[in-house]
């Protein structure tokens, strides 16, 4: 039978999302307990603060002694000595080459064009092999790529010394017997494949089938699978390796997972995180049900219209336009972006217009023994009006304050904050929406003060709703 490798890209994967923060002895531990249970490679993330990064995979390098140690570069070769360097004392290093070859995305990550970019990567995947023998060409997006570009593009990097090459269904909309298709027509055009190339296969869980979708790939020659041990919206490793140890041999397939030591390893893996997870929730704590929307560059305009009709908005197409633009430019930088940041993008972009309103200055008086009071002074078009108002909380006085100046009141469908900035200065971002005839605006506000920055979100919004009305 084939044995699979099985790469966990737990940290990989976790160093891009923006709710999962690991210190560096946690990312040290979670690569003692993968080393320890098995897995044949453990991808960590690349070099982005030059000291700080070349220490933390120098220190992983050193410490994992029976797995692959994998670690990608930026897709141009500007950074392959340095990776090396940091790398080089790993028993089993691999360098990865990873790319976004659909064109879309590989205009807003890369901003390259496609022949370019073949180029590029076989050049890469060449500086990459002056190093090590183990080097792994990864296309994202790839079932949404071209046909024919992906096999030129996976052509060239074989032939530029690639040993595996990775194809990834980051939409997550194939069913199994589709992946199994894509993989067997891959196989059949590009013969490397078949012979000296390990043929990868990540998939994601949109459709809740990246296993089903993972074991249709194996079935169909694919010999090696990417995996989290810990939820990211992947296959998940316990699970594949339970398909492969219980129907091995109907896909003729092992592993050299310790089956036996995966739940308490999976479970160790599980407090790590969310020890992680927890630091990040006091800076990010948010007030809202928009935790189920997730969002990654490969969604496509109308997924993100989706999401954005999921908030309560109601976009023009222009203002869909700039949104699905903004968003695109933050998928580029991170793992994925959710209803939070969604917000915030429509909030920023969408509707943006001449302010009818501007705050002056405000002042707050609130206790445990008094009731909360606020004296607000906005300039109309030049005019200064002052206002004040008593409520059930600074936010509210505030609130109550600003619709005695503008003598409307409108129903606040949702208000959040989050961090901007970190440390006693912290910058905090407001996102306040608020309906007007059924239909939802927001507006976004920034301060050192929760106060000062949900009165300006508060104000940005209304200006939106009286530019409309007025125009």
């Known amino acids: 039978m084939r044995e699979i490798r099985i790469s966990d890209e737990t940290m990989k994967k976790a160093s891009a999302s923006k709710e999962l923060a690991l ?11 993968l080393d320890n249970l098995g897995v044949s490679v453990i ?10 990064d070349a220490l933390r995979i120098k220190s992983i390098a050193s410490l994992v002694k029976n797995c692959v140690v994998a670690v990608p570069v930026k897709f141009d070769g500007s950074d392959v000595e340095a990776v090396w360097a940091a ?32 180029t590029a ?21 790839a079932t949404r790529t071209d046909g024919a570009y992906l096999r030129e593009i996976i052509t060239a990097a074989i032939e530029a010394g690639a040993t595996t090459v ?79 140890a219980d129907k091995g041999d109907s896909c003729h397939a092992t ?26 929730s006091m800076l990010n704590a948010g007030f809202g049900g928009d935790e189920d929307i997730i969002l990654t560059v490969h969604d496509d305009e109308a997924a993100v219209a989706e999401s954005v009709a999921k908030l309560g908005y109601d976009l023009a197409e222009d203002d869909l336009a700039l949104v699905y633009e903004a968003f695109l430019r933050i998928a580029s930088k991170k793992e994925s972006v959710g209803g939070r940041e969604l917000d915030s993008i429509i909030a920023s972009t969408a509707l943006q ?12 008086n609130s206790g445990n023994v008094i009731k909360a009071t606020a004296i607000i002074c906005i300039d109309k078009n030049g005019e200064k009006i002052e206002k004040v108002a008593v409520g059930d909380g600074p936010i509210d006085a505030a609130f109550a304050a600003v619709e005695a100046i503008t003598g409307k009141r409108y ?61």
């Open 43 to 52: 991808e960590v993330e690349g070099i982005e603060k030059p000291k700080a």
């Open 353 to 364: 217009v001449p302010p009818t309103y501007t705050l002056e200055r405000y002042v707050i």
């Open 87 to 118: 790398l080089s004392e790993a028993k089993h290093p691999r360098l990865q080459v990873q790319v976004a070859t659909s064109p879309a995305v590989m205009e807003y990550v890369h901003r390259t064009k496609a022949n370019a970019m073949v």
């Open 23 to 33: 210190t560096f002895k946690e990312k040290l531990e979670l690569a003692k307990l």
């Open 166 to 244: 990775t194809v990834c269904d980051d939409a997550g909309k194939m069913l199994p017997g589709e992946v199994a298709e894509f993989v067997r027509a891959l196989r059949a055009d590009v013969p490397q494949l078949k012979e000296s190339v390990t043929l990868g296969i990540s998939c994601s869980n949109d459709l809740f089938m990246s296993v089903s979708s993972s074991v249709a790939a194996v079935t169909e020659g694919a010999g090696e699978v990417k995996a989290t041990s810990y939820p990211l919206g992947v296959v998940a490793l316990e699970k594949i390796v339970k398909v492969i």
């Open 255 to 280: 592993c050299s997972v310790h089956t036996a030591a995966i739940k308490r390893t999976i479970a160790q893996v599980e407090r790590i995180c969310e020890q992680g997870l927890a630091k990040n």
């Open 411 to 471: 129903e606040l469908d949702d208000w959040k904050m989050q961090s901007v900035t970190e440390g006693q200065e912290a910058m905090g971002e407001a996102i306040v929406k608020i309906m007007n005839d059924g239909k939802v605006y927001s507006g976004r506000g920034i301060s050192t003060d929760i106060v000062g920055s949900s009165i300006r979100a508060y104000l940005n919004a209304l200006n939106k709703i009286v530019y409309e009305e007025e125009n």
């Open 121 to 141: 990567v076989a050049n890469t995947v060449k500086a990459c092999k002056a190093f090590t023998d183990d080097v792994e060409f990864i296309a994202d997006d």
